[in-house]
């Protein structure tokens, strides 16, 4: 799939250079790949930011307004948060203590009443529930942030946090 701002290619099309790193293909528009995305199988390569988001993120308004695409961006944040949390959860031996079990049985939206999360799984949290952009007080301890706010804190916070592979492209 070609489009101005986003290219995914099957691994298997790609060509190689001699130490075995796939080389990005030419942007039809002659632009620079900013990013290299890696999925399963595949690599995407985006202009920007927004433009890898595009790729991750099913109906990305890319070219509609900034409010749009970040609603966009916490929408996917919320669900990825819950999906990466409930993950780390499934492969903890043994119980939550009950304050931290009690917690996460609320909707990834709704702030933890924590100050504090000192559990041995890790927690992932979306910034945009917290302060600076609520009331809430936001936890410390063993968490990790979605920055949900723009595209690049977005991108580089799902690499941060585990959920994907990206990388500036030409750079490893």
Known sequence: MITDGFVRI???QLAHDPSGCPIAPRHPGELAWAYE???PGTRVYGVDADAVLAALIDNYP???PETARAAART???MS???ALTAARVAAHRGALPARQDEALRNP????LALTLWDCAVTLTLVDVVYAPFTTAPAPIGNVRWLHSSDADSYLLSLCEAGATTAYRAGVR
């Open 10 to 12: 099957p691994e298997h």
């Open 62 to 64: 890319l070219g509609g």
């Open 80 to 82: 990825t948060a819950h």
């Open 108 to 111: 990834a939206w709704v702030p």
């Open 75 to 77: 929408r996917h944040a």
């Open 37 to 39: 995305l890696i999925e």
